[in-house]
């Protein structure tokens, strides 16, 4: 054996089966986007495919489906404004949902300003109602009798700024933060090129 090398394997990971594109025939094949075969929403269970309202993901959607969908692992996603970043997230909050199933669960999505939770509040209230979820916005706006909407929310959407501080006070808010199931997180472009290097 002196002179071979061995090649070492990468360790299959575990994915979902619904996480797997479906094989199709070449002619009826979704297209392929800088070698990335793009993936179609009718591969996702029936009650998500409402959630998406086009027929195909796009390029940076299709290269993180199979991770964001159909695994448990952690992802980072850096792409330019514009690229599909939300949907990607929509897609965490799917996956969250099937591995929730029956149970109490929180879904937190940190946005990095006010005006960007309202906006997302508003559109998963719209997206997700269908499924049975209620979506809250907490913020430094976000008064007493607006708390108890957010208690009740499956999915809140909050500043850096509210999510420290409920954090720093976590014995106060112990029985909340033992429901977060799926923690979600939006930067700005300009909050990373402010940092020092």
Request: aromatic share 8%; with cysteine.
């Amino acid at each position: 054996m002196a002179g071979r090398q061995q090649a070492v394997l990468p360790f299959p990971r575990f994915t979902h089966p619904r996480a797997q594109p479906k094989q199709l025939s070449p002619e009826f094949a979704p297209p392929i986007v800088q070698g990335i075969r793009l993936v179609a929403p009718n591969d996702l269970p029936d009650r998500f495919r409402s959630i998406f309202s086009f027929p195909l993901f796009n390029a940076v959607q299709s290269k993180c489906y199979t991770t964001v969908y159909g695994s448990d692992e952690n992802v980072v996603v850096s792409a330019p404004t514009g690229s599909g970043k939300t949907v990607i997230l929509e897609l965490a909050v799917c996956r969250s949902l099937l591995k929730c199933e029956g149970g109490q669960y929180k879904i937190v999505y940190m946005a990095p300003t006010k005006s960007l939770c309202s906006e997302r509040q508003r559109d998963w209230q719209a997206k997700f109602s269908s499924l049975g979820l209620n979506c809250a916005e907490l913020t430094g706006d976000t008064d007493h009798a607006q708390l108890r909407h957010v208690q009740n929310a499956s999915i809140i959407v909050t500043t850096p700024e509210k999510w420290d501080s409920m954090t720093r006070k976590w014995k106060d808010h112990a029985k909340l933060m033992q429901l977060v199931k799926l923690f979600l997180c939006a930067t700005s472009p300009l909050e990373l090129q402010s940092e020092p290097r």
